[in-house]
């Protein structure tokens, strides 16, 4: 009955844990500047790890809904992207693009796991922007 117990609680608690992170890491964004197109970029939670590399969150809010070659019209991108900050390579593990509905709320309308064109031209053209500022950071 007791592992019954302590399982069931940590069922219930575990979504509750998840959701406290992300928004813990959402309130730490911090802004790296905006693009040719006015579109406001962010940098949050940068891990330094091994060999040059980073880990960070990004966020975009696009000033005007965007045509992306994922589809569209997306207000927001946010991506775990992984930086390796000797070549300058950026490459997204996850990225969440963002729509409103009818009733003004952001839902994620697109979740994707590989993407080539992240943060070039196609996409906002904020590449180089996150780059210096996520290898800037030494801890």
């Excluded at 609680?9 to 509750?16: D, E």
Aim: charged fraction near 25%.
């Amino acid at each position: 009955m007791k592992k019954a117990l302590i399982v069931l609680a940590a069922i219930v608690l575990a979504p509750v844990l998840v959701v406290s992170l992300v928004v813990l890491a959402a309130g730490d964004w911090r802004a790296v500047g905006q693009t040719e197109a006015g579109d406001k970029v962010f940098v949050s939670s940068v891990r330094v790890l091994k060999n040059n590399q980073r880990v960070a969150l990004v966020r975009v809010e696009y000033k005007e809904p965007a045509e992306l070659p994922q589809g569209g019209p997306f207000v927001e991108m946010r991506a775990r992207v992984r930086f390796n900050c000797s070549s300058g390579a950026a490459a997204p593990t996850t990225e969440w693009f963002y729509s409103r509905d009818r009733s003004g709320r952001f839902v994620v309308s697109k979740k994707a796991t590989h993407d080539d064109q992240f943060g070039k031209n196609p996409e906002g053209g904020f590449a180089d922007l996150v780059s210096k500022s996520v290898c800037s950071q030494t801890k």
